[in-house]
């Protein structure tokens, strides 16, 4: 969805528990989805992707779902680990730009040992 | 695999310098590369996309003529923060897609910190 200047979201979980961080996208015509990972002072870590025509897709801990009758996207991240606190973000491609992606205002994930 | 590398990592200049930014693929091609920038506990925010060997798109509100940008090559592109004062500074971070490899997630730098004094 379009990025906005808003305070980041926190959300935490203890450890070995299940993570499920949410975003909403308002671009119906978005074709290809990303969620990122990004620690203090680096660039943001490539987790996992979902084009349109797919409503699940799991990676290695995490699952992506994909709601595109809502535009709603979830990132679920399986066994939290301490290592898994971060900021995360969603981003999508605009379908009229072939390779633009827009970020999400982003969730920061606390994981309590 | 893939990897974008950014200099300087961090600066800290005097309000009225002029400061580049280098972004580099480092095994791969990029025909587009992108700028974003970061404010403290914000999201990224896309300034541009730097075309190799053609004028790079801004995003709407984003002055061209403040941040220049420059693709001379497959391999580099370069954003020059003009007469930088306070307001500027961020975080700074490039990304890139590879050659042919367009519908692929984008690869990123590791930013960099700008600090204007």
């Known amino acids: 969805g379009e990025s906005v200047g808003l305070h980041l979201p926190t959300l935490s979980v203890q450890e070995g528990d299940n993570s499920i961080i949410n975003c909403a996208y308002s671009?119906?015509?978005?074709?290809?989805f990303i969620w990122y990972k990004q620690e203090s002072g680096k660039g943001p870590q490539f987790i996992i992707d979902i084009r349109s025509n797919m409503d699940k897709r799991q990676g290695q801990r995490v699952t992506v779902l994909l709601n595109k009758t809502v535009k709603h996207l979830s990132l679920q991240i399986a066994a939290t680990q301490p290592g898994d606190s971060a900021v995360y973000f969603c981003?999508?491609?605009?379908?009229?730009?072939?390779?633009?992606?827009?970020f999400g205002p982003g969730t920061s994930l606390s994981v309590i040992p | 695999g893939a990897v974008v590398s950014q200099h300087p990592s961090w600066v800290i200049c005097k309000s009225g310098t002029s400061v580049k930014i280098e972004c580099r693929s480092l095994?791969?091609?990029?025909?587009?590369m992108f700028w974003y920038r970061q404010f403290p506990k914000q999201s990224l925010m896309l300034m541009a996309t730097?075309?190799?060997?053609?004028?790079?798109?801004?995003e709407q509100g984003v002055e061209k003529d403040k941040f220049l940008i420059n693709h001379a090559s497959l391999t580099l592109s370069t954003l020059t923060v003009t007469s930088a004062h306070p307001e500027d500074s961020s975080f700074y971070i490039c990304s890139a897609n590879h050659l042919g490899q367009l519908n692929q997630p984008q690869h990123f730098g590791d930013g960099t910190r700008l600090s204007i004094l």
């Open positions: 981003a999508d491609r605009p379908g009229a730009s072939y390779d633009k992606v827009i």
């Open positions: 671009n119906s015509a978005s074709d290809y």
């Open positions: 730097s075309n190799e060997g053609s004028k790079a798109t801004y």
């Open positions: 095994d791969f091609q990029a025909t587009t």
